[in-house]
């Protein structure tokens, strides 16, 4: 059940003085030795004395994405690139790439939190592993390589693309875990019924870890409806590693390991701290990173923290799913929505499928105009009329989103497929 059972069933009070011990070493650790820390905290007025317990970390300003962008490339690592054992680069999703770098011990941080969570999830040596992220500068792939080596799983290093050659090695090699972006299982489970492959009864496919992007509770129920896997949820950004962290069994939020993360929840606009259940922007400090020091990092993204037990027995915080970034969030005649939204809303409609698209555009008298392009799921299409599915799906977008689109339902394999982060939104207003 455990994989390092000493910190898993810690206490809450035996992790929050873990956590304090290791705060303090590490904001010392990073005024000493990073540049952009020391001259951070000295305009803050603050030393690394001042920081002695857990509340004390609110005194330390934050860190953001621009800093890193400010420093790039290599302007914030605390040490000589000589100790720097590997480099990765972010996707860029909102701008120009940003590097991180880590040192071997780093790296056995970084692994040894997601193989953590790997085994929380269920997955043991016997399990084989398909691991189509993206191997490269992209975190993804090398991340989920060396943990489920570190389990002892048998890894096959398939990265991403080529989606029939995925789908003969998950048949023939007995895959029973796989990993990739949620929009590209979907896309995968479209091909295998394509190719006449049953991934419920031709493969021993049983779980997979999907993540790097925002998808919903619905499109989870999807996944696992169709293929019988269990869908895990998995989270994490370049800065604070890669994918790094991750569900449980009982698939109830994401945990963050107290002896390596203390994560905050803040309002964006203000930075103050919010309380447990308030929605508001993920702020990350990993504890004992060496190279790239992350102290109150801003992850930009969207959710909640639960502090309460889970289930599983593990006092470690867990956050709710993330709704998205606050930069994915587009604001349609002056309501304001997230993708992740449309998609919930969309996947309560049983008669479009998964795949769907957001253009945003003007009128003639210059007002927003949001459509929403959906393909009709493929087991309905000679059986019902597309104006009455676009009908059905407006309403329903109208009561989630308090905008009203327009709604296209459009022929299966029509909008654009994914083999990373699927781009969902088109903004044309912007050019
Ligand atoms: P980039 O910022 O260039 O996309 P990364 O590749 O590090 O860099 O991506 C990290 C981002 O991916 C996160 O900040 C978050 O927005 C998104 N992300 C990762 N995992 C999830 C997840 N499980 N749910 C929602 N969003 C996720
Ligand atoms: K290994
Ligand atoms: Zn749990």
């Known amino acids: 059940m455990y994989w390092n059972p000493v910190v898993e069933k810690m206490s809450k009070s035996e992790l929050n003085e873990l956590q304090e011990r290791k ?48 420093n790039y490339p290599y302007g914030m690592f605390a040490v000589p690139l000589k100790d720097v054992v590997r480099i990765h680069a972010s996707s860029g999703t909102t701008g120009k790439p940003t590097v991180t770098g880590y040192t071997y011990s780093d790296l056995e941080l970084w692994t040894e939190s997601l193989a953590r969570g790997l085994y929380s999830a269920g997955v043991r040596r016997e399990d084989v592993i398909q691991n189509a992220y993206g191997y490269g500068l992209f975190t993804g792939g090398l991340g989920f390589h060396y943990a489920a080596e570190k389990i002892g799983a048998t890894v096959i290093p398939a990265s991403s693309g080529n989606t029939q050659r995925q789908i003969e090695l998950m048949r023939d090699l007995g895959t029973t875990v796989i990993c990739c972006t949620p929009s590209y299982m979907v896309y995968l489970a479209e091909y295998a019924e394509k190719m006449g492959v049953s991934l419920r009864d031709d493969t021993k496919l049983r779980m997979g870890f999907f993540g790097a992007e925002p998808w919903s509770e619905e499109t989870r129920k999807r996944i696992e409806e169709k293929t019988g896997i269990d869908a895990i949820n998995v989270y994490g950004t370049s800065e604070i590693s890669g994918p790094v962290v991750t569900e449980c069994h009982e698939k109830a939020g994401i945990h963050f390991w107290s002896d390596i993360f203390i994560i905050e929840v803040i309002d964006p606009e203000t930075g103050e701290r919010l309380g447990e259940g ?51 969030m587009f604001i349609v005649r002056g309501v304001n929505v997230f993708p992740s939204q449309v998609e919930y809303a969309l996947m309560q409609v049983k008669e479009v499928s998964e795949h769907y698209q957001i253009v945003l555009d003007r009128d003639e008298a210059g007002l927003d105009v949001m459509t929403v392009l959906v393909e ?56």
């Open 376 to 431: 009709i799921n493929p087991e309905y299409k000679d059986k019902v009329s597309y104006e009455d599915v676009r009908k059905k799906v407006t309403e329903t977008l109208k009561s989630y989103l308090n905008v009203t689109p327009k709604v296209e339902i459009v022929e299966p394999e029509t909008l654009p497929r994914f083999e990373g982060k699927a781009k969902r939104v088109i903004d044309k207003r912007k050019v």
């Open 278 to 328: 308030e929605k508001g922007e993920l702020v990350v400090t990993v504890l004992g990173k060496e190279a790239l020091p992350m102290i109150r990092w801003r992850t930009g993204d969207i959710t909640a923290i639960i502090e309460e037990k889970c289930n599983c027995g593990r006092w470690h915080p867990r956050i709710e799913r993330i709704v998205g970034r606050a930069d994915d």
């Open 23 to 70: 705060l303090r070493q590490t904001v010392e650790f990073a005024y000493r030795y990073s540049e952009f820390y020391r001259k951070l905290y000295d305009k803050a007025g603050v030393k690394p004395e001042d920081i002695k317990s857990l509340e004390d970390l609110e005194k330390l300003p934050f860190v953001k994405k621009q800093d890193l962008r400010d």
